[in-house]
């Protein structure tokens, strides 16, 4: 009987040690997780969103006045408030891409990286306004421009 016992009790101990086995790889994986959405907090893919924003304004030849009316052919994009920026980088690369100005590949990693940030608050560097709130609009240039300067500032090394 105690023989028994012995097996079932190093079957129970084996057992035991691969629930901890595997309790500690789980644990190191979420904080490995956990460090990984820290670090992509802090920098905001500010590196990335400068290089495709760069990329494109060379490729933008749309330098044309912005007149919202019926016959204008220049695109209008909202130049956001202070605060209100990723609302309204959403907004714009959203139209962008609906209208199919410049690289739609482009522009829809912008946008996913700007969806991304306002909705999970990954930028601690940006305001998070929900709503695009803009006193002006500008064109395509302008409104890349407003980006490009936007994450420039972000990316200035601290003092």
Avoid at 55 to 83: F, K, M, N
Avoid at 127 to 132: L, V
Wanted: charged fraction near 20%; include cysteine.
């Amino acid at each position: 009987m105690k023989t028994q016992l012995k097996g079932v009790s190093s079957c129970s101990s084996v057992s035991h040690q691969t629930e901890l086995h595997m309790n500690a790889s789980m644990l190191s994986y979420i904080l490995f997780s956990c460090l990984l959405l820290s670090v992509q907090a802090q920098n905001c893919s500010v590196g990335e969103i400068i290089r495709y924003t760069k990329r494109l304004l060379e490729e933008s030849s749309v330098s044309c006045p912005c007149r919202e009316t019926a016959v204008s052919s220049c695109s209008c994009l909202p130049i956001a408030e202070p605060g209100h920026e990723l609302a309204c980088f959403v907004e714009g690369t959203e139209y962008m891409l609906k209208n199919n100005i410049c690289s739609k590949v482009i522009i829809g990693r912008l946008n996913l990286a700007f969806q991304t940030q306002l909705g999970r608050n990954l930028c601690e560097s940006l305001a998070r306004g929900d709503q695009c709130q803009y006193k002006t609009k500008g064109n395509v240039k302008e409104f890349l421009n407003k980006i490009l300067r936007t994450y420039q500032a972000i990316n200035k090394p601290r003092a």
